[in-house]
């Protein structure tokens, strides 16, 4: 081989290094994506909860072409079925996305028990108000110093209340009544405000104790109350009264959010915010908002459940009752927030 002829070919042999020098950092990024990544959601299909977890999953999983693999985890099974130790599990990496439920991380963020002070959003438009305005935002930011991001609001309802015994209509009717909640001392505090007793359980614990008569009644949304048949659990008397709504926070953990290039932060995001529009739209659906359709309504009544909707009257006195409840727990979220949630909804009712 003459020297030239060999200077070609050491000149190759560089080059060819040299370009799988330059190669090897992006193929080092491009296997930090794991194989999968882990969605923690509490229920399962076909509630409007899950579905927006599903959907988002799904979304991702598509525009990515696989390289962001999100599979759900569907009640809450990466945490044995506790929702409440959702939030720890993200921050200690044993879940990568979850679609959260502002009562189930409230113990751990004081700020998003604003949705649960009794009362504080008249309707859906009040509540609009709160998580599209400078309220979301604040709790956005709160929620990226607990070492998660989160990318879009969806809603898990109003939460209406059942019972086996009787009509609700006043505070009166709550005397004595064993009454299920999620997750949280503040409900604690409104049942006993009301008369009623009070009793934390697991969803998982929820219907078994209902068809035993371990507690009398449970409140939730619409859509869970027809989706798990609660009819067939001697619950024959549902009130509307809209005491509290459960936003949903589609988030993910730092880490992770962190390992994503640019474009697929932006991939995720819009995902999220997707899958948030139309697990909201699920969620409303058959409520009879602004004289819509009311085919909610209309099935609990063919199942044969007794549904007494509260004027704005009736709702006051449940008000007055737990006002001091509410004034308690104002303190605790933070009573600028407070203020700030309370001018949005007098502006959105104006």
């Avoid at 209406?160 to 299920?180: C, F, Q, V, Y």
Wanted: hydrophobic share 45%; aromatic share 8%; charged share 20%.
């Amino acid at each position: 081989m003459t020297e030239s002829r060999m200077g070609a070919s050491r000149r190759s042999l560089l080059l060819g290094a040299a370009g799988a020098g330059l190669a090897l950092p992006y193929a080092a990024r491009a296997q930090q994506y794991r194989p999968e990544y882990k969605l923690s959601v509490v229920g399962n299909r076909p509630i409007p909860f899950a579905e927006g977890a599903f959907q988002w999953a799904e979304l991702v999983t598509q525009r990515s072409g696989g390289r962001i693999n999100v599979k759900v985890y569907p009640g809450s099974q990466l945490v044995g079925g506790d929702q409440t130790r959702e939030l720890v599990a993200m921050r200690q990496g044993v879940i990568d996305f979850s679609v959260f439920s502002t009562i189930n991380i409230a113990p751990q963020v004081r700020e998003v028990g604003l949705f649960q002070l009794p009362f504080l959003m008249p309707d859906h438009k009040a509540f609009d108000a709160l998580i599209r305005g400078e309220v979301g935002r604040d709790i956005f930011g709160v929620m990226e110093r607990r070492e998660v991001v989160p990318l879009a609001w969806g809603e898990n309802g109003f939460r209406e209340i059942s019972n086996s015994k009787h009509a609700i209509r006043t505070p009166a009717d709550m005397r004595g009544l064993k009454i299920r909640f999620a997750a949280g001392a503040i409900f604690t505090d409104i049942y006993q405000a009301l008369g009623a007793n009070p009793v934390q359980m697991s969803f998982a614990d929820l219907q078994p104790a209902l068809s035993t008569g371990a507690v009398d009644g449970q409140e939730n949304p619409i859509n869970l109350f027809l989706a798990f048949r609660m009819d067939t659990l001697a619950q024959k008397h549902l009130t509307v009264w809209n005491y509290v709504n459960d936003p949903l926070i589609f988030c993910l953990s730092r880490t992770v959010w962190n390992s994503f290039n640019d474009a697929d932060k932006q991939l995720v995001r819009e995902c999220a915010e997707e899958a948030g529009r139309n697990q909201i739209a699920l969620t409303r659906r058959g409520l009879g908002l602004d004289g819509g359709d009311d085919a909610s309504i209309r099935e609990l009544r063919t199942r044969g459940v007794e549904v007494t909707a509260l004027t704005a009257q009736e709702k006051a006195a449940f008000a007055q009752a737990t006002r001091p409840v509410y004034d308690k727990w104002a303190q605790t979220v933070g009573a600028d927030l407070v203020r700030k949630a309370e001018a949005a909804i007098r502006a959105a009712s104006a």
